[in-house]
Structures are given as C-alpha cells and as structure tokens.
C-alpha cells in the first residue's frame, strides 16, 4: 500500500503563473497604447516604452542592492511602468516620467516588500505624487494629431466642449491611455472574458458614476455619458481598480470598492478643486481595503469566535 503524502496548501494549482497575468493585462492595455500612438505620435510609444524599461530596470537594481530574489522576470514592473505612462501627458518630460517610475516601483513597492506587499497600486500613487508636485507639466495637454498637431488644449472635463464620438474613439485631449474609451472597454471585456479579473469592481465603479450622474444631472443621459467616457474612469475601473494586491479578495468587498471608487470620483470632480477624481478615489480605497476584507471576510463553520463561543 502506498504512502500517502500530503502537501501543503494550496491544493488547487493552476497553469496561469502571474508571469502569465501580467502579460494577459499588458495586451490588454495594447488597443488603448495603440490608439494613444495613433493620436499622439511617436512621443507616446516613445514613452511608453521608455517607462517600462525604466521601471524594470529600477525592479532589478532595488532587488539586487536589497539581496532579495530577481523579480523583473514576472511582468509585474513592465505592467507597472505602461500603467504610468498611460496616465501621464504624452508632452511630460522624460526625466520626470522616470522620477514617476522611480517612486512607484521602489518607494510604493518594493520598500514595502514587492509585488503583493504593497499598500496602494503604484502606478496611481506615481501619477498623484506627481500631480501635486509637478503639475504644470502634469497638466499640460496636448490635442492629438487627429485634431490640431501638438498644441496644448484642455482636457474635456475641464473644457467640456468634446463630442461623445470623439470622446469615444479618443480624439481628445488628455492622459495618451485615456483619451479612447472604446479600446479601454474592449481590453476591460477581454480581461473579463478571460478570467483574469472579476466584473464586480469596474461594473459597480462604472454604475455608482453613472448613477450618480444622472441624478445630479437630473436624468441627462449625455451628461452621464459624457462622465462615463471622459478622463480616466474606464482606465481606472478595468485596469487600476482590479488590481490583486490592493483591493479587496472577497466578492462584497470588492462590490463595496467599486461602490466607494465610483462614489468618491463623482463628488471629486463635482464638487472638488480637480476635474478628475479617479486616482484619488482608488488610492483612498486602497487604504480602506484591509479593513473592507475584515468586514466582508466569511468565517468557517465551527469557528471561534471572540467571546469563546462557535459561529
């Protein structure tokens, strides 16, 4: 008779390696790049790339002065620094764009241990600090191509003046990764269908903007549209909100996330000094989320509780 072994958990293995993940989001995030590139020239893949290969190369040399395993291999900087260059101006100094990655990769993420570790997405926290302390440049749009060649326009939620066509195929000003709704939706859903990301989080942040919208709009369905594809909301719903390590793990968690990011970005940009809310609200969610998954976490059966009792 033969031993039995048991190893430990987990028990359930899967093939998808988050190597694999990553590279999942990465071509998902390809519609969006390629649209920004044909609005914005070359300056956007330039940037693009430029942040990725910064972002690696600031992963590799942190992991090798802090003696710890080489983790570049598993996407997750490469993801990190394309995640950062969408949500940045396609005009903004290199230099700064590599003081973004800088910040987000060693001081959000691996100074709190690496991937997993981390207490808010790093790719947000990049752009806020960036935004507050450098925001001439951080504001400084560029309308694409399409339009007018490279002279600097308001975004449309400052201006408000955009088409919802043009907001939707990304003729605007603005981020290079979120001027084109319809390919960020289209990545979103290909996320979704694959597995990779639940729809809980975008689909209630999308909603609770939309909903709050068209109440405060008094029932305006252009107006709420216009919220819907304007700015960084469908980025930051698909690609940031999802996120593994800084949102919640449990199915109502995350729907109380989404709830909260779509919250807190329509009370930004109604009532706030910025006419963009999306990254603040999800880094003030981000620091909610270990209490939400303490809320929202089920307990076994049979277990004890505080008081001495069962459950």
């Given at each position: 008779m033969k031993a039995l072994n048991i190893s430990p958990s987990p028990h359930i293995r899967d093939d998808l390696t988050t190597q694999k993940i990553m590279l999942l989001v990465i071509a998902s995030l390809a519609p969006a790049a390629i649209a920004g590139v044909i609005?914005?020239?070359?300056?956007?893949?330039?940037?693009?790339?430029?942040?990725m290969v910064i972002s690696v190369a600031c992963e590799g040399l942190c992991r090798i002065l802090m003696k710890r395993e080489q983790t570049i291999r598993d996407g997750s900087a490469a993801l990190t620094g394309l995640l950062l260059a969408m949500n940045l101006?396609?005009?903004?100094?290199?230099?700064?764009?590599?003081?973004?990655?800088?910040?987000?990769?060693?001081?959000?993420?691996?100074?709190?241990?690496?991937?997993?570790?981390?207490?808010?997405?790093p790719a947000i926290a990049a752009r806020i600090i960036l935004m507050l302390s450098l925001t001439s440049d951080m504001t400084h749009w560029t309308a694409p191509r399409t339009a007018a060649d490279a002279v600097s326009s308001a975004t449309p939620l400052v201006s408000g003046t955009a088409s919802l066509q043009s907001l939707f195929w990304g003729n605007t000003a603005g981020c290079l990764g979120e001027t084109c709704a319809a390919a960020l939706i289209f990545g979103g859903m290909f996320l979704i269908f694959m597995?990779?990301?639940?729809?809980?989080?975008?689909?209630?942040?999308?909603?609770?903007?939309?909903?709050?919208?068209?109440?405060?709009?008094?029932?305006?369905?252009?107006?709420?549209?216009?919220?819907?594809?304007?700015?960084g909301l469908m980025l930051g719903a698909f690609f940031m909100a999802t996120d593994y390590v800084t949102t919640p793990v449990t199915a109502w968690g995350k729907l109380i996330f989404g709830i909260g990011c779509g919250l807190l970005t329509f009370l930004i940009r109604m009532f706030g000094n910025y006419p963009e809310g999306v990254s603040f609200s999800i880094l003030l969610m981000n620091i909610l989320t270990p209490y939400i998954?303490?809320?929202?976490?089920?307990?076994?059966?049979?277990?004890?509780?505080?008081?001495g009792g069962r459950t």
């Open positions: 609005h914005f020239g070359l300056r956007a893949l330039l940037l693009m790339v430029f942040c101006p396609v005009s903004l100094p290199l230099w700064e764009a590599a003081l973004g990655c800088f910040i987000a990769i060693v001081a959000v993420k691996q100074l709190f241990g690496g991937l997993g570790q981390n207490f808010a997405n597995g990779i990301v639940s729809p809980v989080t975008p689909f209630s942040f999308i909603g609770t903007v939309a909903v709050c919208t068209l109440i405060y709009s008094g029932g305006d369905l252009q107006t709420m549209f216009y919220q819907l594809f304007a700015g998954d303490r809320f929202t976490m089920t307990k076994p059966f049979g277990a004890v509780g505080k008081a």
